[in-house]
């Protein structure tokens, strides 16, 4: 489109700026957290639909349920996934054998997995074959690596928090987007956090 020889599409296009989108969803089991066609099961970002261009904020094991995050936004993914950050993830999960207080322990003080050991975090027992666990980093299938090392195998797990982010009454394959109110929170705890790699973070303060 042009005017007395001048383009106007060009013109608006540059000019337009996405509104910036964070939703929650309550992913169910079977869908994966990846925008690859590699896998054949149906990713997060087509399940939900959404009109806008999303993509996820970390990932959801494809046999893990629970709270994952759409945003368009990717300052706020990198200050939220980069692991000195040390947000915090709250997950129920439930396993094969009965919950000892020395599974516990050894949960909190950290496991060896993956060439290191985990940082300390919190765990508690919910039930007899059930427990509830809060981390601050995000190894590649740690709950599951680290229930495995210590003789466990988990039967079902559920993310119910990401920092001061619930899932609440949020059922199953549901998504709604974040309230403002939560989102001002969550942008004033991350407001000291770091979006740059590890690398880069340190030449910039001249360590």
Known sequence: VSLDGKLLQEKAQSEYTPRQVLLMVNKPRGIVCTTS?????????????YPERVYPVGRLDKDSEGLILLTNQGDLVNKMMRSRNAHEKEYHVLVNRPVTEEFL????????????????????????????????????????RMCDYLGYQVTSLKRVR???????????????????????????????????????????SGE
Request: with cysteine; aromatic share 6%; hydrophobic share 30%.
């Open 162 to 204: 990401i920092m001061n982010l619930h899932l609440g009454t949020l059922k199953t394959g549901e998504w709604r987007e974040v309230t403002r109110k939560e989102e001002n929170e969550l942008k004033r705890l991350l407001r000291n956090s770091s979006s740059l790699p590890y690398g880069l973070e340190q030449n910039r």
């Open 105 to 144: 322990s050894a949960m909190r003080n950290g496991v060896p997995i993956l060439d290191t050991v985990t940082r300390p975090c919190e765990a508690e027992k919910m039930s007899e074959y059930g427990f509830r666990i809060v981390l601050t980093q995000g190894l590649n299938r740690q709950i599951r």
């Open 37 to 49: 066609d590699k896998d054949r099961a149906q990713n997060i970002v087509e399940f939900v639909g």
